[in-house]
Nanobody, 124 residues
Framework: QVHLVESGGGMVQPGASLRLSCAAS????????MGWFHQAPGKAREFVAT????????SYARSVQGRFIISRDSVKNTVYLQMNNLKPEDTGVYYC?????????????????WGQGTQVTVSS
């Protein structure tokens, strides 16, 4: 299994930007589709964005479409989530996940490995 470590969370004001990073320890990083999920306080974990093994295909939740961008660097074994125009409802813990599968999975159950999460707080 791949070990994932997220970073880049913090507290920002509405309208600000953050970039989350997820470093993978596995040399076969390119074998995994990678995803980001969001868990707001008291709510279930929800899909945010996913990127295919090749990095050529991405998928986004409707709530972040046009604001967030997922990308991956296969040399650094890292996946990123650029979050722009942040809103208070984006507050929560963001988890990175890896799925040993083709395509762009979006269901929690499709992912095999998870990071520990990084907190994002958007508040004025």
């Amino acid at each position: 299994q791949v070990h994932l470590v997220e970073s880049g969370g913090g507290m920002v004001q509405p309208g600000a930007s953050l970039r989350l990073s997820c470093a993978a320890s596995e040399r076969t990083f390119s074998s995994y589709a990678m995803g980001w999920f969001h868990q707001a306080p008291g709510k279930a974990r929800e899909f945010v964005a996913t990127i295919s093994r090749s990095g050529l295909t991405t998928s986004y939740a409707r709530s972040v479409q046009g604001r967030f961008i997922i990308s991956r660097d296969s040399v650094k074994n890292t996946v990123y989530l650029q979050m722009n125009n942040l809103k208070p409802e984006d507050t929560g813990v963001y988890y990175c996940a890896a799925a040993n599968t083709d395509g762009t999975p979006i269901d929690v159950a499709e992912f095999d490995c998870w990071g520990q999460g990084t907190q994002v707080t958007v508040s004025s």
